[in-house]
């Protein structure tokens, strides 16, 4: 997995080959954040997502904050 350095104290690794979800390119996961945790790559907030993989909290998360479709 490829990691990205936003600053310093922040490192996002891009979510795996495996989640096929359009939404994913917005999301990241942080070293040390909880496995239901997903950082957004646009305001660097963390959304929870369930274990099922569901993706409704992300989608609605780009939409809503940033104006995404």
Do not use: I
Not at 15 to 23: A, E, G, M, N, R
Not at 41 to 68: E, I, W, Y
């Amino acid at each position: 997995m490829a990691e990205k350095v936003v600053s310093d104290e922040l490192k996002l690794t891009n979510s795996p080959k495996k989640l096929k979800s359009k939404v994913w390119q917005y999301f990241g996961f942080r070293d040390g954040s909880p496995p239901d945790k997903a950082t957004c790559k646009l305001c660097f907030t963390d959304v929870a997502f369930p274990k099922s993989g569901a993706t409704t909290n992300l989608m609605q998360h780009v939409k809503r904050k940033h104006n995404v479709d």
